[in-house]
């Protein structure tokens, strides 16, 4: 079975500077997805980023970019340019490539990192 | 559209007591999920459901847990009789089928149960 583990309970970072959020996976399969979900306060669960596999590029969006290592299945993720609107409890994820490959739809997350911004 | 749609957002129950989950998946996805987070185990999944059937609910607690998806548009999670412990927040969520991280889940806002 697929673990994800994010060894950083809590993380803080001052208004306009760059973080960066571990997480680590384990798993035997050789295609695969991994995501960072975003759950502020409102208990929502927002997509941050997504990374495939099989692509060796790393993923980025606006301000949020992946340092992904296939190798070594790490999947970290920085924020740079912090905003307040960034606090929140950041997840890990993994998913298989699909059931038409053998795996499952299901995602499987890391504990979170609880992300404070000070201003 | 207007996402994944849960209801209630908040419940509070007595022991022994049923509860009912509902969820609205986003319309034409393939693939409904039920997550539970508590603080101490995270977000594990419970069930989930591919064009209404069940797939996978090694998840599901035990046998006073139990999850239908009677049509596509519709999910329920029973929880008979209800514990203390089953205290958490329940996300439904619903995704595409299909090859690529594209086909990633949409989540509700989650509904927060207390069981007191």
């Known amino acids: 079975a697929q673990t994800v583990t994010q060894s950083q309970p809590e993380m803080s970072v001052q208004e306009a500077e760059t973080v960066t959020l571990s997480c680590t996976y384990d798993?035997?399969?050789?295609?695969?997805?991994l995501f960072w979900y975003k759950q502020p306060p409102s208990r929502q669960m927002i997509l941050v980023i997504r990374?495939?596999?099989?692509?060796?590029q790393n993923a980025t969006e606006n301000r949020f970019s992946v340092n992904f290592q296939k190798a070594a299945k790490s999947f970290s993720l920085k924020i740079s340019d912090s905003q307040l609107g960034d606090a929140a409890m950041y997840f890990c994820?993994?998913?298989?490539?699909?059931?038409?490959?053998?795996?499952?739809?299901?995602?499987?997350f890391g504990k979170g990192t609880k992300l404070t911004v000070n201003p | 559209d207007a996402g994944v749609i849960q209801s209630p957002r908040h419940e509070v129950t007595e022991m022994g007591q049923e509860v009912t989950l509902r969820c609205k998946p986003i319309?034409?996805?393939?693939?409904l999920f039920w997550y539970r987070q508590t603080m101490m185990r995270g977000l594990e999944l419970l069930i989930y459901?591919?064009?209404?059937?069940?797939?996978?609910d090694s998840g599901m607690p035990e046998d006073r847990f139990s999850a239908k998806m009677p049509n596509a548009s519709f999910s329920t999670l029973k929880i008979q009789p209800s514990e203390p412990r089953d205290s958490a927040v329940y996300f439904c969520?619903?995704?595409?089928?299909?090859?690529?991280?594209?086909?990633?889940?949409?989540f509700g806002q989650g509904t927060r149960l207390t069981v007191v």
């Open positions: 969520a619903s995704s595409l089928a299909g090859q690529g991280a594209y086909t990633e889940a949409f």
């Open positions: 798993t035997s399969e050789s295609d695969y997805y």
């Open positions: 990374q495939e596999a099989y692509k060796q």
């Open positions: 994820a993994y998913r298989s490539a699909g059931v038409t490959q053998g795996g499952s739809e299901k995602l499987v």
């Open positions: 319309s034409g996805h393939d693939y």
């Open positions: 459901f591919n064009n209404n059937v069940p797939i996978d």
